[in-house]
C-alpha cells in the first residue's frame, strides 16, 4: 500500500484516489454536502480553509488543505519510486 501526506500527518492511499478537484465549483460543493449528510466526508483540514476535495473509489470524499497540483505531485513521484524499484 502506497501513502501519501494531504497535510498535518494524515496519509491516504495512493491506489484509491479516482480524483483530486478544486473545491470552488458549485457541483463539487453539492458533492460535499451530499458526502457529509451521508456520513461519507473525511475531514482532513485541521480548521483550515480547503483547498483540495479528493474523490475516493471506495465513494468517499477527503478534505484536504494542500493544494490539488501539490497532491498530484506527490502521487506521481510516489508513483514514479515505485516504478525504479
Do not use: C, H
Not at 498535518?8 to 451530499?34: C, H, T, W, Y
Amino acid at each position: 500500500m502506497r501513502l501519501i501526506n494531504i497535510g498535518f500527518g494524515n496519509m491516504i492511499s495512493v491506489d484509491r484516489i479516482a480524483a483530486v478537484v478544486n473545491p470552488d465549483s458549485a457541483p463539487v460543493k453539492r458533492l460535499i454536502q451530499e458526502a457529509r449528510d451521508e456520513k461519507r466526508l473525511l475531514d482532513a483540514t485541521q480548521g483550515r480553509r480547503t483547498r483540495a476535495v479528493i474523490l475516493m473509489s471506495s465513494n468517499q470524499i477527503v478534505l484536504s488543505a494542500i493544494q490539488p497540483e501539490t497532491i498530484a505531485s506527490r502521487a506521481y513521484n510516489k508513483d514514479a519510486e515505485e516504478r525504479q524499484d
